[in-house]
């Protein structure tokens, strides 16, 4: 028989500095790995390699990022009602929102996972952001979901969309959570790399704010949850650090498997736990596992901790150390508890069934020690593991091709000439797979859970009733164009705030703050890495003018298949404040004989429109202007007409201009419209910013013209609601019922059979 392995311990690792070690295997940099040795004095045991690895990898430590990221320091942290009581650096970020509540929100990537396992992958990133706001105190009221595919009949996106679409739904209505909202977009470059953000939003009273460190000598540290098992070792921390090859990842650590109704005991459990105040300082384990969370509260706190690793639940007890160090199991938490509050809280955790043991203790000293059956396998500053990892300054350029798409306008493109041409577009684009109805998708979700959802799919905003006494409410929208951000990514990202900032005011709510999830290619790639600087740098000054902050979110990169980068996806959420509920505004016609109004400028800007792309399979030229300032007078015009009670609805234009909004509008009560328009082209397919299109009764109508007036925004009346089509005088009438069929079509038509 062989002898065993020797057990790689610290006094092991000081007295064979020459054994070879895989850090390459493990993702790191040939200099990444000297200066660990640096850093330790000695090499790392192979517990120490697996916790350097992971929270040194792209995932966790944004080290090719965060030179950029630190800009959204600059920004203020107050809001209108208020401060951000928690920011950037946080599981979450917390903003104020006045009668002593708070609201934590954020969004997540969880792409490569989701490719490799969808069901799974997509499910547990659902479980990730749930957990992320969870440890700020906060119960989670509802989740949102953008989603990028690649085109709708390639075989790899039935593959992927099916499960993904499975796993966000089965996982949040499990946990009986509304999701209010999210996008459904496809665009070849996402072939073989799907985007999965998702996105939660939970409620707090100020009061209950909870923030991750471990301090105080002699306070216990207690893992609770679920039992650390095999699946997702290295998992997402790996996985999003490297760039598919054309065939598939080249590494397939395992995909998290989610478990939502542990993670529902786990949402109670910590609930009552905070309610009790039994916890000092907490930390959900999600990328990275136990090398994470123990990292990281050590570091945000006095510095030194011990744990017992041997002590951890396991499900697979052949797990090694640096295997349980690794493993991304998900509905885990960890916490940091006072001596004498130890019997209370595992206490809630038995009436719970929540499994709790307590693996180590806060010390005195300025490391992390880890034991292994009375060995020492890991000794670390633990600020080294968790916030002193690698910073790249990467190179970037503006790309060579970069010109000569923007020179590449849609103004050489054949425009109809014919009511039959017009209505020939638009029933193209009404049935192309971006702008068709998603029903298949959202009806898969649970909406209205809880009975607190006031809006969702379809509406431009969610929104979710805070407090059932005096209805307030919270509204939010997530946005991005990668077309757009493709032209012009510093103008794509503040379009993609822009859009969400006017879906959140639409629906009459106030916008307070942002989070988001910046998704790009390579940052190896200089071309990529112009694209996210500029996009940053874009997403600040705009944050600047609109004087509303980031709180916080997420960088995604090797977003790639091969050479084929997908489009710069900044998908930007917007969370605002709506006093109260009753008065939300919805984007359907409401009833016949009410004036149909324009609000805002509309100019002559095709480019990179839905109208180019579905029509002529077009790109190329300037996104539409963006001018933030008209953006917040549109919104002061609908927040004010909300509150008045002055609309009967309202509905951004966007995505298909106005010819998509007044679809979609008359789409969802059945009532038909007619309009006239001096410039029936540009006036339907034009994507120009800062407008809504909004309907009002006769008798009301100049008092919504004086308020436009007030705040210096356009007032365009265009036409009525009524009667059964949708006709554009002089030019063409479709019946309603008649178009509404081909939008629904789209997406049943191609993936009906692989649901039944």
């Not at 996806?569 to 009833?591: E, K």
Request: glycine share 10%.
């Amino acid at each position: 028989m062989p002898d065993a392995p020797t057990l790689d311990t610290v006094e092991h690792a000081s007295t064979t500095p020459d054994r070879e070690q895989p850090w390459e295997e493990l993702g790191l940099k040939p200099d990444e790995y000297q200066r660990i040795r640096e850093i330790l004095g000695r090499r790392p045991t192979g517990a120490e390699l697996a916790m350097y690895s992971v929270m040194w990898s792209e995932h966790c430590s944004y080290k090719s990022s965060k030179v950029h990221l630190k800009k959204f320091g600059d920004l203020p942290q107050e809001t209108p009602l208020g401060k951000t009581l928690a920011g950037i650096g946080e599981n979450a970020g917390v903003i104020d929102i006045g009668q002593g509540y708070a609201v934590t929100f954020k969004v997540e990537s969880h792409n490569h996972p989701s490719y490799v396992e969808p069901y799974q992958g997509a499910a547990t990133g659902v479980g990730g952001i749930v957990r992320d706001i969870l440890a700020m105190g906060a119960r989670p009221v509802a989740v949102m979901d953008p989603l990028r595919f690649g085109p709708l009949d390639a075989p790899d996106t039935l593959r992927v969309l099916p499960g993904i679409v499975a796993g966000v739904g089965g996982y949040g209505n499990c946990l009986g959570l509304p999701n209010v909202g999210g996008e459904v977009v496809f665009d070849e470059t996402y072939l073989g790399n799907p985007l999965v953000n998702a996105l939660c939003v939970g409620v707090l009273r100020h009061e209950d704010l909870h923030l991750a460190f471990a301090s105080g000598v002699g306070n216990k540290v207690v893992l609770y949850g679920a039992r650390t098992g095999g699946d997702g070792i290295g998992g997402v921390s790996v996985l999003a650090s490297e760039t598919f090859e054309s065939t598939g990842p080249s590494k397939r650590p395992a995909v998290q498997v989610g478990d939502p109704f542990m993670e529902k005991l786990l949402i109670e459990c910590t609930l009552e736990l905070f309610a009790a105040k039994v916890v000092n300082g907490i930390q959900d384990l999600g990328g990275a596992g136990l090398s994470c969370a123990t990292s990281e509260l050590a570091s945000a706190g006095d510095g030194g901790m011990h744990v017992e690793l041997d002590t951890v639940p396991l499900r697979d007890s052949s797990l090694s150390p640096e295997e349980i160090l690794m493993s991304e199991s998900q509905e885990r938490m960890m916490a940091v508890v006072e001596p004498e509050h130890l019997d209370a809280f595992m206490s809630i955790c038995e009436k719970w069934d929540v499994e709790a043991v307590v693996v180590g203790e806060v010390t005195d000293g300025d490391h992390l020690v880890i034991d292994w059956h009375g060995e020492t396998v890991v000794d670390v500053p633990p600020r080294s593991v968790a916030h002193d990892g690698p910073t790249y300054d990467r190179p970037y350029a503006r790309p060579s091709w970069q010109d000569a798409l923007q020179a590449d306008t849609a103004d050489s493109l054949a425009r109809p000439a014919s009511g039959d041409e017009l209505l020939a577009a638009l029933r193209a684009m009404v049935s192309s797979p971006n702008l068709a109805d998603k029903s298949w998708v959202t009806d898969q979700y649970d909406r209205y859970v809880q009975g607190n959802t006031v809006l969702a799919q379809p509406e431009d905003a969610g929104i979710v009733r805070v407090d059932e006494d005096t209805n307030l409410g919270v509204a939010i929208s997530t946005d991005c164009n990668g077309r757009f951000a493709k032209l012009d990514p510093y103008a794509g990202a503040q379009l993609a705030l822009a859009e969400a900032f006017r879906n959140v005011a639409v629906s009459g709510a106030l916008p307070l703050a942002v989070t988001d999830c910046l998704n790009f290619g390579s940052p190896e790639d200089p071309d990529v890495m112009w694209q996210f600087e500029q996009a940053t740098h874009g997403l600040k000054d705009a944050c600047a003018v609109l004087g509303i902050p980031v709180t916080g979110g997420n960088v995604s990169f090797y977003n790639q298949t091969g050479d084929t980068n997908i489009l710069p996806t900044p998908v930007v959420g917007v969370l605002g404040v709506i006093d109260d509920v009753r008065r939300r505004v919805m984007q359907g016609f409401a009833g016949p004989d009410e004036h149909v109004v324009v609000l805002g400028e509309t100019r002559d800007e095709l480019s990179g429109s839905a109208w180019a792309g579905v029509v002529h399979d077009h790109l190329g030229g300037l996104p539409p202007v963006v001018d933030l300032e008209a953006e917040q007078a549109l919104a002061a015009v609908l927040q004010e007409a909300s509150k008045l009670g002055l609309v009967t609805s309202a509905h951004d234009l966007s995505d298909g201009g106005l010819a998509q909004a007044i679809s979609e509008a008359s789409f969802r009560n059945g009532v038909g419209v007619t309009v006239a328009l001096e410039d029936p082209f540009v006036e339907l397919f034009s994507e120009s910013t800062a407008r809504a299109v909004v309907t009002v009764v006769e008798d009301r109508h100049d008092e919504l013209v004086a308020l436009a007036e007030k705040h210096g925004v356009t007032l365009t009346s265009i036409g009525r609601t009524g009667g059964t089509d949708i006709t554009v005088e002089g030019q063409f009438s479709v019946p309603v019922n008649e178009l509404m069929a081909e939008w629904k079509a789209t997406l049943p038509a191609v993936l009906g059979a692989t649901l039944g």
